[in-house]
């Protein structure tokens, strides 16, 4: 996608503005969280932190961008040098913490840190927000299909139901870290490295004279890879045809009806008829519910498909995720780092730059920390954020989505069974140290004004 | 945005190869509808269009995506000319229908029609699904919360939660067409001419020394502009602060608590100290319902910004869009146009080239008419469904945002008040004329293969 530094909230930029103008370049950290889990997920699976990064790299205020700015009431009181200077030099020279991409996260604990100059930690705000929060939402439903699928491929093929073409990019991605094996979208495939699937829709075999030569010419070009879809008139008379037909296709797609039952019936057709290599591939608005009715009532499927459920975790679209500031210098650049809290009614924030600690018994994961990142941490813990970039450089080269989906399968094999389960999952246990307890406390107790 | 070919579902490109190994280049209709209206929904708003025809009209193949393709292992029996020819020379040559953005719709009417060479009309599903399905949502739910909101301006502010950048400008598109008279979003501000709206965050006043000159900074840079955001640390202490320090802010914000309680509390303060002019903005997951309960108890907010339950559509973030085949020509191109129907259980379609007549009595919409588009109409009804692509060209110019706004309001205005309430809506009326229903019931009982 074309990185536009105008497609950032106008608040961002004036109050960049602000900061420059009143000299205000104190290094400043920001931490993303989420406020709580949304119904029905017991964890978060955090995804997207490569696009905040590259986003990161490659923020740039073209001189269109600049003339635009200029001309906006709002910025009139603002001086030149904002514009000709400061804009025009732009680049993101902050570091960056972050967990890994697939990692199980637990509100409130921080998925990203930036630490950079104000008016730079402060301008990235909405994009890092949508970013993390779309993909983060994905993947975690991602997970959540694939565990009800247990251990049948689930194949994302949501891109219609995106909210864009960018979404449907990015909801591929996600989907593949949470354990997808596949995607519909040929543009993600490509650029994720990942194999694109795809079947056949209801107006291939309505353009054919008649079902069979739909089938048969599909076959014929598509041979060993040839979906072959069942209901567009008749599942079971589609299904005979096909046996009689001689036809021996890799699977069939069930999309409409009662998926348990037809599955069953097909299954005996095909079986019957010698096709028993046929896989079964069902879709039709699925979700981790009802793949996980089918697979604990035994239906024959093989593959599912699922779409809209997934690229828009159409049960939480949004997450209410934040990007507060948590520190900043005091007195200016080379200044005491102080911790900042927010005291809004139902939305304070935790102070401090923080660090979150998972702790262990075994392989199993038992409770993640939340303390300052300067405390030592459990023992035995493992700290979940990672320097990512440091000083407008990315530390890391990228992995690629099948390293992240890996890593996300071993990551969320670590929680708890109950905590992984689909339905009246336990809580997991997040604590904080009593240090940083003692920082919000204090802070909490002190006048408006530190 | 970038026009991404591949960003679409495999079977598209798969079909589109089939269609053209095997000469299937008759011209067919398909036609994008809603299967049903989600909870909450007595009616849509059509958006997304433009960005539909933009898709259209620029849809190419490079010579990387073919490569790609050719590449794949699906793609190994289909013969070469498909990539040399094909797929380099494709342009999308056909004609559109569709109705005005801005327009009420009614399931299960059409909002567009493509009639296009098979291979042309089923390549572009996934991306016309994607574009329409979801600015139609968006711009759904923002004529609800403009109606709740009761005259008072309200203000897109969701790009944070937004499914991305792309989805951020489009549905800051939508939103505006559907009645909100600002955005947040620059780039989307400057690319549909609209204001950009913007107050100030929580780390502003945090980055400060205290809140007094947080807001006096903000005053003297923005000056006429500012809008002080009060629940950093206290609410009513910031109102009384801004009054006792003689500033006169063009607007304050509420952004957590009890808004109600809060806005009467701050109203009170400022008409006190003589800042009667100052205006309330409020904000904070605020949605149709807590605006319509804020508006109705009178509380004293001017003008209200809402996120993510609008940007996302967040209580029905997909529409059950779908793209049907509903007729082609038989025997190849330019033979008999002939009606189709999908008859998957619970899936079914309506056969036929279709046009969709709102009937009227005075300036009131009385119900909607889907026929054949052959047939004449209800007299007096106004047809739908218009020309916006005549062999791959734009029939007229883009409408700016801000007519299709006015549009969308003067049309949504035509809706019977029972129908535009909230909640306990009535049902509009929709009917089939004979003629179509006649259609359907010749299809629904011939044999599967007609």
Redo the contacts between chains.
């Keep these: ?2 990185r ?1 530094a ?10 960049m ?3 420059y ?2 000299g ?1 370049l ?1 290094r ?1 950290t ?1 931490e993303l969280h989420v406020r709580a889990l949304p119904p029905h997920r017991s964890f978060l699976v955090a995804a997207g932190l490569e696009q905040a990064v590259e986003y990161l790299e490659q923020l740039r205020f073209t001189s269109e961008d600049i003339a ?2 200029r001309g ?3 910025f009139e ?2 001086r030149a040098s904002f514009f000709d200077e400061y804009l025009t030099q732009f680049r993101f020279s902050g570091t960056v913490w972050a967990v890994d991409e697939g990692t199980p996260v637990f509100p409130p604990a921080p998925l990203l840190r930036v630490t950079a100059p ?1 008016p730079e930690a ?1 301008v990235v ?3 890092l ?3 993390v ?2 993909q983060t939402s994905v993947a975690s439903r991602a997970v959540r299909m694939v565990n009800a699928a247990a251990g049948r491929p689930v194949v994302e ?1 949501g ?13 591929a991605r996600a989907a593949l870290i949470g354990g997808c094996r596949a995607t ?7 650029r994720f490295g990942e194999p ?9 075999i ?6 069979d030569s739909a089938f048969r ?2 076959e ?4 060993g ?1 040839a979906v072959l879809l069942l ?4 599942t079971l ?1 589609a299904t005979r045809r096909i046996v009689a037909s001689g036809l021996k296709p890799s699977a069939v797609r069930l ?3 009662d998926l348990d039952a037809e599955s069953r019936a097909v299954r005996r057709i095909l079986d019957a008829g010698g096709l028993s290599a046929t896989r079964i591939f069902a879709s039709g608005d699925l979700d981790e519910w009802r793949i996980a009715d089918l697979v604990g009532n035994g239906a024959p499927v093989d593959a599912f498909g699922v779409g ?1 459920a997934l690229t ?3 049960d939480a ?2 997450l209410g ?1 934040v990007y ?2 948590v520190a ?1 210098e005091r007195g200016g650049p080379g200044g005491d780092v102080v911790p ?1 809290m ?6 304070e924030t935790l102070p401090g730059i923080k660090q979150v600690w998972r702790t262990f018994a075994g392989d199993s994961a038992t409770g993640d920390v939340i303390g300052l990142a300067d405390e030592r941490g459990p023992s035995g813990a493992q700290p979940l954020l990672k320097c990512v970039m440091s000083e407008g450089r990315r530390v890391d080269a990228p992995k690629s989505v099948a390293q992240l989906r890996a890593g996300c399968s071993r990551y969320v094999e670590q929680l708890p069974p109950a905590v992984r389960r689909l339905r009246g999952a336990d809580r997991y246990p997040v604590t904080l140290t009593p240090t940083l307890r003692a920082t919000a406390d204090a802070l909490n107790k002190s006048p ?2 530190f």
């Design positions: 996608m074309e536009l105008l497609a950032t909230d106008l608040y961002e930029l004036t109050m503005a602000g900061y103008s009143k205000l104190a400043a920001f635009y700015l906006l009431p709002q009181g603002v104000l402060q705000e909405t994009v927000l949508a970013y929060g779309f093929f891109s219609r139901r995106s909210h864009g073409v960018e979404a449907g990019l990015y909801a519909s979208n040929v543009e993600a495939a490509r694109a699937s795809g079947t056949m829709a209801h107006s291939w309505m353009a054919h004279d008649d079902e010419d599909f014929e070009i598509f041979d890879h209901d567009t008139y008749d008379a999309d409409s009806g809209g828009t975790s159409s679209p949004l995720g507060k500031i900043m900042m927010k005291r809004s009614p139902g939305k408006s004004e």
